[in-house]
């Protein structure tokens, strides 16, 4: 929910990327360019999702099919995604959900 940066990293990194994921997208440039991410799990700053991960502002659809564009945009291989959207597809809901990552996958 909250990220800081170095100044000298986020620099480095090139700041922010516009796209989905551009929050595992930062942490993974920091680290290939030899910074330490760090993170803390402290009970007064954690917080509640009030939507299930996966899903965007529109639908469970939507957020599918954006989430894995952010996979494609990352480098994610094709083997992966199949075997991922696979994975998906045994879980509510059934079929659909995999069907929408192959679909974003397809597109990309």
Not at 9 to 19: K, L, M
Not at 32 to 46: K, M, N, T, Y
Not at 76 to 85: C, D, G
């Amino acid at each position: 929910m909250t990220k800081f940066y170095r100044a000298a990293c986020f620099r480095q990194i090139g700041g922010f990327v516009r796209e989905l994921m551009w929050d595992g997208i930062d942490g993974h440039r920091c680290r290939q360019l030899g910074w330490i991410a760090v993170s803390w799990d402290d009970p007064e700053l954690r917080f509640v999702h009030l939507r299930p991960m996966g899903t965007s502002h529109k639908n469970w659809w939507t957020g599918a099919c954006v989430t894995e564009f952010g996979q494609y945009f990352m480098g994610t291989t094709p083997a992966y995604m199949l075997a991922s959207a696979a994975y998906r597809m045994m879980r509510p809901p059934l079929l659909v959900g995999g069907m929408a990552m192959r679909t974003a996958t397809s597109k990309a």
